[in-house]
């Protein structure tokens, strides 16, 4: 979420990542988080960034549980902590 704050940009993966987080284990709506990607996002699409956001929810016509596990994703795709070095603070 820094990255996001302080650059308006975040992969794909990372999208994937904090909506999950937010919908899934926060239990949180997700159309309060699509709400501030839109304000966020340098490359906002609304069609992409709600779609992310309802495919992740697990709403509309696709509901299976997409749940992702922070922890298993860090080690997946920031094996070396260069990602989590560069954004969070230790």
């Not at 996002?41 to 992702?68: C, E």
Request: glycine share 6%.
């Amino acid at each position: 979420m820094l990255e996001l704050k302080n650059t308006g940009w975040m992969s794909n993966r990372g999208r994937q990542n904090v909506a999950s987080y937010f919908c899934k284990i926060l239990k949180q709506d997700w159309r309060i988080g699509a709400a501030y990607f839109e304000e966020m996002l340098i490359d906002y699409d609304v069609h992409s960034n709600y779609g992310n956001w309802m495919y992740l929810a697990g709403v509309g016509n696709d509901n299976r549980d997409r749940t992702f596990n922070p922890e298993k994703q860090a080690e997946m795709y920031d094996a070396n902590e260069e990602f989590r070095k560069l954004w969070l603070k230790h």
